[in-house]
């Protein structure tokens, strides 16, 4: 198969896969907020899409490495290539896209390496994978990423409730519209960045790029609309995992988890221990169930999104290997491979529709109607 | 393989502390602006301008720009 045809199909891709990281990933930020009433669902998706948009072309600096050295590659290791590429991305879309089908907030960067792994796997042997790697870079940060997150959220909320007063506690939504915007900018710095590094890397190794140079404009503004576009769209079936069905969520607890989750995510990115900021963000809502005296934690939805975690590495994993193993059969493999991921796509869409939950299904109460007396103006209107 | 905890166990200290001082910075802000004196309401204020220098440097921190 031609090259450039490869590689335009990786592009695009690559661009679906960070449009479903977009939308996998609104919750992170805008569960909390949404459900504790302090944004309007399409106002807060709204935010989170333009913070998305501007952190991607905020961070010039470009991972080097796309797999974090999971993948030995370069030097005496394997060279990916494109069509691993191809079969990885189509292992991460779709099991991206079947946990977004399930409402479960899981890592899109987990994904993304398990695809790779599984096409490399098949397309360069076990060997190719470092095991100790995969172990201290993935496996125990998803252990004590949501443990760090929930303590710290724990005790951010037994702060906020044991300080204020109950009648003053609907001020905490005002200050969680910062702490979400922290959230989402930060995830625009991040998660675009992956796309743009999947792209750069398969345009290198296809020739058609200068080896060690950046990504080109117009990927960056590409990845960074892709994102933005699927933030926008809001994976509401995981917004109300997160915000509605762990824990009920008040403005104080809101803003606890959400300034837990922030504090986590920056000191993770900035002292060299890189944890994930999907599972920060479950963490912080866990914990923060667990910290309000009356709230209950639903702890048969915590456990399907822990088994959800465990399960995503494999499970791309294997979807990635799977679409290798075809693709190595040449043309026709590839042909067959897009054919598959494109119906794969096509069925969990209309699946979706069956049981359709969108910005609709989030009643949110008045913002401060219990709190603030009505003003006599404003009652006329409404 | 090796699991740098010297570095996790800076980050949780470190992640404990900014979300600790910002949670109470603003719990104090909202529980002071409630009050009625004067004093109250300029020290509330103040907790919201430090709140805020809080979120400042967050974003000093996100963009790569600003700390090189």
Same mark, same amino acid.
């Given at each position: 198969?031609?090259?450039?045809?490869?590689?335009?199909?990786?592009?695009?891709?690559?661009?679906?896969?960070?449009?479903?990281?977009?939308?996998?990933?609104?919750?992170?930020?805008?569960?909390?907020?949404?459900?504790?009433?302090?944004?309007?669902?399409?106002?807060?998706?709204?935010?989170?899409?333009?913070?998305?948009?501007?952190?991607?072309?905020?961070?010039?600096?470009?991972?080097?490495?796309?797999?974090?050295?999971?993948?030995?590659?370069?030097?005496?290791?394997?060279?990916?290539?494109?069509?691993?590429?191809?079969?990885?991305?189509?292992?991460?879309?779709?099991?991206?896209?079947?946990?977004?089908?399930?409402?479960?907030?899981?890592?899109?960067?987990?994904?993304?390496?398990?695809?790779?792994?599984?096409?490399?796997?098949?397309?360069?042997?076990?060997?190719?994978?470092?095991?100790?790697?995969?172990?201290?870079?993935?496996?125990?940060?998803?252990?004590?990423?949501?443990?760090?997150?929930?303590?710290?959220?724990?005790?951010?909320?037994?702060?906020?409730?044991?300080?204020?007063?109950?009648?003053?506690?609907?001020?905490?939504?005002?200050?969680?519209?910062?702490?979400?915007?922290?959230?989402?900018?930060?995830?625009?710095?991040?998660?675009?960045?992956?796309?743009?590094?999947?792209?750069?890397?398969?345009?290198?190794?296809?020739?058609?790029?200068?080896?060690?140079?950046?990504?080109?404009?117009?990927?960056?503004?590409?990845?960074?609309?892709?994102?933005?576009?699927?933030?926008?769209?809001?994976?509401?079936?995981?917004?109300?995992?997160?915000?509605?069905?762990?824990?009920?969520?008040?403005?104080?607890?809101?803003?606890?988890?959400?300034?837990?989750?922030?504090?986590?995510?920056?000191?993770?990115?900035?002292?060299?221990?890189?944890?994930?900021?999907?599972?920060?963000?479950?963490?912080?809502?866990?914990?923060?169930?667990?910290?309000?005296?009356?709230?209950?934690?639903?702890?048969?939805?915590?456990?399907?999104?822990?088994?959800?975690?465990?399960?995503?590495?494999?499970?791309?994993?294997?979807?990635?290997?799977?679409?290798?193993?075809?693709?190595?059969?040449?043309?026709?493999?590839?042909?067959?491979?897009?054919?598959?991921?494109?119906?794969?796509?096509?069925?969990?869409?209309?699946?979706?529709?069956?049981?359709?939950?969108?910005?609709?299904?989030?009643?949110?109460?008045?913002?401060?109607?219990?709190?603030?007396?009505?003003?006599?103006?404003?009652?006329?209107?409404? | 393989?090796?699991?740098?905890? !010297?570095?996790?166990?800076? +980050?949780?200290?470190? *992640? /404990?502390?900014?979300?600790?001082? #910002? &949670?109470?910075?603003?719990?104090?802000?909202?529980?002071?602006?409630?009050?009625? !004196?004067?004093?109250?309401? +300029?020290?509330?204020? *103040? /907790?919201?301008?430090?709140?805020? #220098? &809080?979120?400042?440097?967050?974003?000093?921190?996100?963009?790569?720009?600003?700390?090189?």
């Amino acid at each position: 198969m031609d090259i450039t045809l490869i590689v335009a199909l990786v592009i695009l891709l690559a661009l679906f896969f960070d449009f479903t990281n977009g939308f996998h990933d609104t919750a992170n930020a805008m569960a909390t907020p949404i459900a504790t009433g302090a944004l309007k669902p399409k106002v807060a998706v709204a935010l989170a899409a333009i913070l998305n948009l501007v952190g991607a072309f905020l961070s010039t600096e470009v991972a080097k490495t796309i797999s974090g050295g999971l993948i030995r590659e370069g030097d005496g290791g394997i060279q990916i290539t494109p069509v691993l590429v191809l079969a990885g991305l189509i292992g991460a879309i779709v099991w991206n896209l079947f946990t977004w089908l399930l409402g479960l907030p899981s890592s899109s960067s987990h994904a993304l390496f398990g695809g790779l792994i599984g096409a490399v796997i098949v397309g360069a042997g076990i060997g190719a994978i470092d095991g100790g790697v995969l172990v201290s870079k993935i496996l125990i940060p998803a252990v004590l990423a949501p443990l760090t997150a929930g303590l710290i959220s724990f005790i951010a909320t037994k702060i906020a409730y044991a300080i204020t007063r109950k009648q003053e506690r609907d001020g905490f939504k005002r200050g969680q519209i910062f702490t979400s915007s922290l959230v989402s900018l930060a995830h625009g710095t991040n998660d675009a960045q992956k796309t743009m590094g999947v792209i750069t890397l398969t345009l290198i190794a296809a020739g058609l790029q200068d080896v060690d140079s950046g990504p080109q404009f117009w990927v960056i503004v590409a990845c960074a609309l892709a994102i933005a576009i699927g933030t926008y769209s809001g994976g509401w079936r995981i917004i109300k995992t997160l915000g509605r069905d762990i824990t009920d969520v008040e403005p104080a607890q809101g803003f606890a988890a959400e300034a837990a989750t922030t504090a986590t995510i920056l000191a993770s990115s900035h002292l060299g221990f890189a944890l994930s900021t999907t599972q920060v963000a479950s963490g912080s809502v866990i914990g923060t169930g667990v910290g309000r005296k009356g709230a209950s934690v639903r702890w048969r939805t915590a456990g399907r999104i822990a088994l959800g975690w465990l399960i995503t590495i494999p499970a791309a994993g294997a979807v990635g290997a799977v679409a290798a193993f075809i693709a190595g059969w040449g043309f026709w493999g590839i042909v067959i491979d897009v054919v598959l991921a494109v119906a794969a796509i096509l069925f969990i869409f209309l699946r979706s529709r069956r049981n359709q939950i969108d910005h609709r299904n989030f009643h949110q109460p008045e913002p401060g109607a219990f709190v603030r007396p009505k003003r006599r103006k404003k009652a006329g209107k409404r | 393989m090796t699991i740098a905890w !010297s570095s996790f166990a800076i +980050v949780v200290v470190s *992640a /404990l502390v900014a979300a600790g001082l #910002l &949670v109470t910075l603003f719990s104090l802000a909202l529980r002071l602006g409630s009050g009625v !004196s004067t004093a109250h309401r +300029v020290g509330s204020i *103040a /907790l919201y301008v430090l709140c805020g #220098l &809080v979120v400042v440097y967050g974003i000093y921190l996100i963009v790569p720009a600003l700390h090189g």
